[in-house]
């Protein structure tokens, strides 16, 4: 059984107690805004935008929202009990776990970006699974969302990973919704939309595989490149938003991109996709790599609590484990 949402993220309909109309909550919640906190992540000109809310209606329902919530400064110790909500939910590789710290935490987003065939959509598939495992099996306890641009995912991948963590695999499939992304506001919408789901049941993960796909679809050549960041930017900020709204762990996969100018004497010259952007916004981000025959590394190229280092796992039909000797 999957465990109830915490108080922290109180709801927007908690907002009728303090004198605003039912209907303009009604109003908030058709935008995707279904916590007071995901309310203050807007700016008052966002929400001017929505159809039917005046400038006056959104100076008091912003007021309102401020009483419930005391924004603004704390402690530094009052951050650490904060932190202690976060979950980490293992890989199903201890030597990768340990690396990370514990697991791909919640609250922040964890991008893994590599060469195809590194293993970061097979790690997005194990996650899938260990999420749902009780938080003593260091799992999540919750349903996973699964947003797929490259048309990767397999469900039947997903039965003998379940196996192995000793789970039932249609209860397992049943708890991971998964929607197909075509274009990059297609994938905006999808996650306007999951806001809504978030509210009402507890997710732990969400899997964008990958983030910067259809960007590099749908914007071509240098003149359309800062068009194509500003929209990347949103929709990252979209990302990082629902993290911190509804504690989920956040897990994107990222493409590389040949970098000719690195020079000759830089001996990997390939670098993440999506530039500055996007590195700001991964709090954590791995860099994946083939070893010999199934064994992969996983290098942590950026972490704000991690120290670097690398692990090596392998992946077997159960997903991802530790190397065998």
Same mark, same amino acid.
């Given at each position: 059984k999957l465990g109830p949402i915490t108080d922290a993220f109180s709801c927007t309909s908690r907002l009728i107690s303090q004198g605003i109309n039912s209907g303009d909550v009604k109003k908030l919640?058709?935008?995707?805004?279904?916590?007071?906190?995901?309310?203050?992540?807007?700016?008052? /000109?966002?929400?001017?935008?929505?159809?039917?809310?005046?400038?006056?209606? @959104?100076?008091?329902?912003?007021?309102? $929202?401020?009483?419930?919530?005391?924004?603004?400064?704390m402690t530094g110790s009052d951050l650490l009990i904060k932190r202690k909500s976060v979950v980490r939910i293992t890989t199903g590789s201890q030597t990768l776990d340990e690396l990370l710290g514990g697991g791909i935490e919640t609250l922040c987003i964890t991008e893994a970006?590599?060469?195809?065939?590194?293993?970061?959509?097979?790690?997005?598939?194990?996650?899938?699974?260990?999420?749902?495992? *009780?938080?003593?099996?260091?799992?999540? %306890?919750?349903?996973?969302?699964? =947003?797929?641009? &490259?048309?990767?995912?397999?469900? &039947?991948?997903?039965? *003998?990973?379940?196996?192995?963590?000793?789970?039932?695999?249609?209860?397992?499939?049943? %708890?991971?919704?998964?929607?197909?992304? !075509?274009? !990059?506001?297609?994938?905006? %919408?999808?996650?306007?939309?999951?806001?809504? /789901?978030?509210? &009402?049941?507890p997710f732990r993960l969400l899997i964008v595989d990958s983030v910067i796909a259809l960007f590099r679809v749908d914007f071509s050549g240098r003149g359309e490149l800062a068009e194509r960041q500003q929209k990347l930017a949103q929709m990252?900020?979209?990302?990082?938003? =629902? $993290?911190?709204?509804?504690?989920?762990? @956040?897990?994107?996969? %990222?493409? @590389? =991109?040949?970098?000719?100018?690195?020079?000759?004497?830089?001996?990997?010259?390939? /670098?993440?996709a999506g530039g500055h952007v996007l590195a700001h916004a991964a709090t954590i981000r791995l860099?994946?790599? /083939?070893?010999?025959?199934?064994?992969?590394?996983?290098?942590?190229?950026d972490a704000p609590n991690l120290p670097e280092g690398e692990a090596v796992f392998q992946i077997t039909t159960g997903g991802l484990m530790d190397v065998k000797d």
């Open positions: 919640q058709d935008a995707g805004i279904y916590t007071c906190n995901g309310l203050m992540m807007h700016t008052k /000109k966002s929400l001017t935008g929505i159809k039917g809310l005046s400038e006056a209606k @959104v100076d008091k329902i912003c007021e309102a $929202a401020e009483k419930l919530l005391s924004q603004g400064f970006f590599g060469e195809f065939r590194s293993g970061k959509t097979q790690l997005a598939h194990t996650l899938c699974v260990s999420t749902q495992l *009780p938080l003593h099996m260091h799992g999540g %306890n919750g349903k996973v969302a699964y =947003i797929d641009t &490259e048309g990767t995912f397999r469900p &039947e991948r997903i039965v *003998p990973i379940a196996e192995r963590f000793g789970m039932d695999a249609n209860a397992v499939l049943d %708890n991971i919704i998964y929607a197909r992304a !075509y274009t !990059y506001e297609h994938q905006y %919408n999808l996650l306007l939309g999951l806001a809504a /789901k978030m509210a &009402e049941e990252l900020s979209r990302l990082t938003k =629902i $993290a911190e709204e509804f504690n989920v762990a @956040v897990y994107i996969t %990222n493409q @590389v =991109i040949a970098d000719p100018g690195g020079g000759m004497f830089i001996t990997d010259p390939k /670098k993440p860099m994946l790599r /083939k070893g010999k025959g199934e064994q992969r590394v996983c290098k942590i190229f």
